[in-house]
């Protein structure tokens, strides 16, 4: 799609050259979300030191991405990653299938089976289960990759922020009614308080923004296209052993967002802090420099990510081989608008295109220019942690 671009730029004003040079990748056929997340991890400096480490990985796709981000630190062309695609094909993925970013994400991470790699993303989420009869706590610690938040905040209503699907992440939940779980202590049903928090924090926090839901009254499965604000900072405090997140939106928040109000203080497991003087020390700093955004419907869609370089602190978008420089300031106002396209078409393939094993890679081109219906929404997150 590189001729589109060059009579189609969003910012003609600013072709000029620049030091850091970023280098598109090509798309083999549906592989926008693999190019999508490789521009991501390409960004991540903790994730390419940690993969150039990786030893005695042959033919595996940690050497994949060695050589992909040896190929795009060099950026003389865009890179073609038919090596990574033959790997992944190996293992059955379906390359060529339109594919969910967040279980790619998961796909990559796993096959590489680094501990130091986990490490990178690696958080630890304690849910427990009070028992409000005996006071019997039952706690589950599990290591997650990422965070898959859900967008709505009752059958009707949508968070607006980032920050507000975060507070209700780890939220109390009473578990009442037909919900009563077994104790067993008591050895029957009882309502229980149920909450989750963070034990510990990663390097590189992946937030999941889970768009694509199942519609029970429809019976079909859709793409949530409410907007959502994100900001370029999140900021957890640790309480208690544990870390809650701070709200440091709080003035747009206050427009559309009372509930917790009502609620007693130890069942809001939120700080709101306005002035940042008031962030107590005991705190951990995230800085935003990686959205994956889906243009699209279920059917017909495309990925690509608004990307900021480790090295000159600009952002980018990154769609394929296309590569343009734009400004914090020009996400912020597509997320009010919400959308995130900045293209009015998108090269997209429907879900009907099949791959056949016996063709080359390059004979799998078969893109389509489309005006993609339903908004380019952000979907995949990453922040690392500000020393
Ligand atoms: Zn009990």
Same mark, same amino acid.
């Given at each position: ?11 003609? $004003? ?26 991501? /991890? ?30 795009? $630190? ?9 090596? /990574? ?32 790699? @986990? ?132 003035? $747009? ?21 306005? $002035? ?11 800085? /935003? ?8 419907? /279920? ?75 339903? @908004? ?12």
């Amino acid at each position: 799609m590189g001729n589109i671009v060059a009579n189609h730029s969003a910012f003609p $004003e600013e072709r000029g050259t620049h030091q850091v040079k970023v280098t598109g990748i090509k798309n083999l056929g549906s592989t926008c979300y693999m190019n999508t997340l490789i521009q991501s /991890l390409f960004v991540t400096p903790v994730f390419r030191i940690k993969i150039n480490e990786c030893q005695n990985v042959d033919e595996s796709i940690a050497s994949d991405l060695q050589d992909i981000f040896i190929r795009l $630190e060099q950026g003389v062309h865009s890179v073609e990653p038919y090596r /990574l695609a033959r790997s992944l094909d190996q293992m059955h993925w379906a390359v060529n299938r339109q594919q969910d970013i967040e279980e790619f994400f998961h796909m990559v991470i796993n096959a590489i089976d680094d501990k130091e790699i @986990r490490k990178v993303y690696e958080m630890g989420i304690v849910n427990s289960l009070s028992c409000t009869g005996c006071k019997h706590k039952m706690i589950k610690e599990t290591a997650n990759l990422d965070i898959s938040l859900t967008l709505k905040a009752s059958p009707n209503e949508y968070f607006k922020h980032l920050e507000e699907a975060l507070r209700h992440f780890v939220k109390n939940e009473t578990m009442q009614g037909d919900d009563k779980p077994f104790c067993g202590s008591c050895k029957t049903k009882q309502v229980m308080i149920r909450k989750t928090s963070f034990s510990t924090l990663p390097p590189v926090l992946v937030i999941h923004l889970n768009r694509f839901t199942h519609d029970s009254w429809k019976h079909e499965n859709m793409k949530l296209e409410q907007p959502l604000l994100i900001p370029e900072t999140l900021t957890f405090k640790k309480e208690s052993e544990v870390y809650v997140p701070v709200c440091n939106s709080s003035e $747009e928040f206050d427009e559309v967002w009372d509930p917790y109000t009502t609620e007693s203080s130890e069942a809001s497991h939120w700080i709101h802090s306005a $002035e940042p003087s008031s962030i107590p020390v005991d705190c951990v700093h995230y800085e /935003l420099f990686s959205i994956s955004v889906h243009a699209g419907n /279920l059917d017909c869609g495309h990925y690509y990510a608004f990307i900021k370089h480790h090295k000159d602190r600009q952002w980018y978008i990154c769609d394929d081989t296309s590569i343009r420089k734009t400004h914090w300031n020009y996400i912020q106002e597509k997320l009010r608008m919400n959308d995130l396209r900045w293209l009015d078409a998108h090269s997209v393939t429907g879900r009907s295109q099949s791959y056949s094993r016996d063709h080359s890679w390059s004979q799998s081109w078969s893109h389509r220019q489309v005006r993609t219906s339903g @908004r380019s929404t952000a979907i995949l997150l990453m922040y690392e942690v500000m020393q």
